[in-house]
């Protein structure tokens, strides 16, 4: 079954950076491009970028450019999402989700998340 | 301010029908562009309700159902249960946003 793992909390001082690993298992990782969504507390849902694992192409939503780097290790098959200078409104809980294909509606969207990072930027 | 617009909550008694708006503009959802549904409960990752505006995946209930109609969608629940009571986010893509995908600001549903 696809199962997607994340990395543990992290909690981080303002101006570090920090990296969020998020390990795919059970379907052709190749196949599907990964994106990132971030939750701050009580807040919605926002999308930061997306990286295919099959060549390492990325898009990053305008917010995030230049702050973020999605990259992807295919031996292990694991995507990695760093986010740069943080501050305060970075805490948040930091999701992947898998970018599946229906082909009854022929759209695409999200079908499998991992379940999610916490990291807190607090001096 | 998110892209998309949904009543920040809506609420109805056990069995009743609830419907929740998300309203967009001529650069998403009116450009065409596919809504999506998802259903996030308290302190878990959100999970997939509705795909391509109206269809659900394996494994949704059809008391479920997605709309969509000019600039703007809707997802209806009936049959309302205790279950139900979660945050639910509308999301599409944004033509002006390069490669942009963009969220509803979230609705908070209270089963009575």
């Known amino acids: 079954q696809v199962q997607l793992v994340q990395s543990g909390a992290e909690v981080k001082k303002p101006g570090a950076s920090v990296k969020v690993s998020c390990k795919a298992s059970?379907?052709?990782?190749?196949?599907?491009?990964m994106h990132w969504v971030r939750q701050a507390p009580g807040k919605g849902l926002e999308w930061m970028g997306t990286i295919n694992p099959s060549g390492g192409r990325t898009s990053y939503a305008e917010k995030f450019q230049g702050r973020v780097t999605m990259t992807r290790d295919t031996s292990t098959r694991t995507v990695y999402m760093e986010l740069s200078s943080l501050r305060s409104e970075d805490t948040a809980v930091y999701y992947c989700?898998?970018?599946?294909?229906?082909?009854?509606?022929?759209?695409?969207?999200?079908?499998?998340w991992g379940q999610g990072t916490l990291v807190t930027v607090s001096s | 301010q998110s892209v998309l617009t949904q009543p920040p909550s809506v609420s109805g008694a056990p069995g009743q029908r609830v419907a929740i708006s998300c309203t967009g503009s001529s650069s998403n959802i009116g450009a065409g562009y596919d809504v999506h549904w998802y259903q996030q409960l308290p302190g878990t990752a959100p999970k997939l309700l509705i795909y391509g505006n109206s269809n659900r995946p394996s494994g949704v209930p059809d008391r479920f159902s997605g709309s969509k109609s000019g600039t703007s969608a809707s997802l209806a629940i009936t049959g309302l249960q205790a279950e139900d009571e979660a945050d639910y986010y509308c999301?599409?893509?944004?033509?002006?946003?390069?490669?942009?995908?963009?969220f509803g600001g979230g609705t908070k549903l209270t089963v009575l």
């Open positions: 989700a898998r970018e599946g294909f229906y082909y009854d509606s022929g759209s695409s969207t999200w079908d499998y």
């Open positions: 059970g379907y052709t990782f190749s196949s599907h491009y």
């Open positions: 999301q599409s893509y944004d033509s002006s946003l390069s490669g942009s995908r963009v």
